[in-house]
């Protein structure tokens, strides 16, 4: 058989472009998938939704929000509520028309095989989508993120078969975020840490950092490891953001916040103090009402 004649197994073309592409997910997908997932139909083993953001200048994915899409499963086939889906695209496109769908979610772990059917579906509103996959149910001890890119094999001119590729995920979040996010990721939690156990949690944090910072420096300086001239970098902006000021002034600046917080702490217990007894008094006038009308 001539060289010409045999036909070869091939990726897409996409396929070159998808080792380059990261996504970036903000708390606020996460968070919005986890909630899904707690108020699904008894019967739906997971849930699946559409992930919207846009694409920064350097090709990065930002995810930065997501909506359910109602959807039926079985063995050998899945339907989606397309009508749903376009009907809440339009109403989030009200609120924020920068955002625009980059791809969809689902629940449980890695790539199943009704995967391939949904992100053809998604590859009809979006060129080249991600699949971002949230394990809510923490199969290996912690709460997995990942992220996927689909890449076709094809037989010729004919699509046989698609392979999903995990590509970079950055999962970036203020202080207060990650806090929320540590609690919801543990298996088991006695309690939502209050606003002081969380500011006791970010303070530890901040000074297992600082002692990492100080090691580093110290065996920079001893010769032990090479210096590296981007962790410098990003220690010495660090250091440059720290306010200029006397130690006594920053000392008041954060004792005066902590008693603001403290203050509020107080005004909010008293106002659900106020509340529970009012919620008291009306039920037991409603009570007494009640007998006089007898």
Known sequence: ???????????????????????????????????????????????????????????????????????????????????????????????????????????????????????????????????????????????????????NLSLGDRQIAAQFQEIPLDLRMVEAERIGFDTLKATTVEKIPSDLEGMEASMEHLLALIDDIYKYVDDVVEGRIAPDNNIGKFISDAVGSLPKSPPAVFDKLVNDSLQDHLLSLYLSSITRTQLSLAEKLNTAAQILRFFFCL
């Open 1 to 151: 058989m001539a060289a010409s004649d045999r036909t070869v197994l091939q990726f897409s073309s996409s396929s070159s472009s998808s080792q380059s592409l990261s996504a970036r997910v903000h708390p606020l997908v996460i968070f919005n998938i986890c909630d899904c997932f707690v108020r699904r139909p008894d019967q739906a083993e997971r849930v699946i939704g559409t992930l919207l953001g846009s694409i920064l200048p350097d090709g990065t994915v930002d995810i930065r929000n997501s909506y359910a899409v109602p959807h039926n499963e079985s063995i050998d086939q899945v339907a989606l509520d397309i009508e749903y889906q376009h009907n809440m695209l339009v109403a989030h496109q009200k609120v924020n028309p920068k955002e625009v769908i980059v791809g969809w979610y689902s629940t449980g772990l890695g790539v199943t095989g009704h995967s391939v059917l949904i992100h053809e579906f998604f590859s009809r509103e979006v060129t080249n989508p991600i699949h971002l996959t949230v394990d809510t149910e923490f199969a290996n001890g912690v709460g997995t993120i990942k992220a996927y890119v689909s890449n």
